[in-house]
T-cell receptor
């Protein structure tokens, strides 16, 4: 039982490049989330998927897109990376919204 | 405005000592309050979750309290260990759907021998 698995763990991008962060959970959770964590700030919600087939914007969605591929997988795409997107990204899942969330190990992204 | 404030920002204590971390919030309507532990380079891990009707909950050496009237919570760590060195994040959930979690910026605890 791996919980929430994120790939890659580290990534360096050049400004303007694109990439997709992958997230998979094996707990049969309905809800999945993408957060970013920046120094001196609390985690901020980028996008979430309350259930398979639905996605909604969070607090800071600009510059990102998501895909809920199936119940297990929820990916985050940066179409044209910017230095302001340098951050640590966390994927999380929960049985349903407003229940305890389980976090992945994070992806440290640097955009130069 | 929904906010969660934690204090202190950082704390250094000797191994074996106790400590208390504070969380004040203005989130409304309130659903639940959670404390997470985040080790350096890792994702947050849940310690406790408390609803409106619960005023204390323990998880081993961690005891969380909640005063819903004053909108304050504390996390007490007893007999600290070196492995307690981490950031402790207070998260308050509002009764408004998935985009409803409000995160504090955390207290960075360092336990020294």
């Amino acid at each position: 039982n791996a919980g929430v698995t994120q790939t890659p763990k580290f990534q360096v991008l050049k400004t303007g490049q694109s990439m997709t962060l992958q997230c998979a959970q094996d707990m049969n959770h309905n809800s999945m989330y993408w957060y970013r964590q920046d120094p001196g700030m609390g985690l901020r919600l980028i996008y979430y998927s309350a259930s398979e087939g639905t996605t909604d914007k969070g607090e800071v969605p600009n510059g990102y897109n998501v895909s809920r591929l199936n119940k297990r997988e929820f990916s985050l795409r940066l179409e044209s990376a910017a230095p302001s997107q340098t951050s640590v990204y966390f994927c999380a899942s929960s049985p349903n919204v407003d229940t305890e969330a389980f976090f992945g190990q994070g992806t440290r992204l640097t955009v130069v | 405005k929904n906010q969660v404030e934690q204090s202190p920002q950082s704390l250094i204590i000797l191994e074996g000592k106790n400590c208390t971390l504070q969380c004040n919030y203005t989130v409304s309507p309130f659903s639940n309050l959670r404390w997470y532990k985040q080790d350096t380079g890792r994702g947050p891990v849940s310690l406790t979750i408390m609803t409106f009707s619960e005023n204390t909950k323990s998880n081993g050496r961690y005891t969380a309290t909640l005063d819903a009237d004053t909108k304050q919570s504390s996390l007490h760590i007893t007999a600290s260990q070196l492995s307690d060195s981490a950031s402790y994040i207070c998260v308050v959930s509002a009764l408004t759907g998935a985009n409803n979690l409000f995160f504090g910026t955390g207290t960075r605890l360092t336990v020294i021998p």
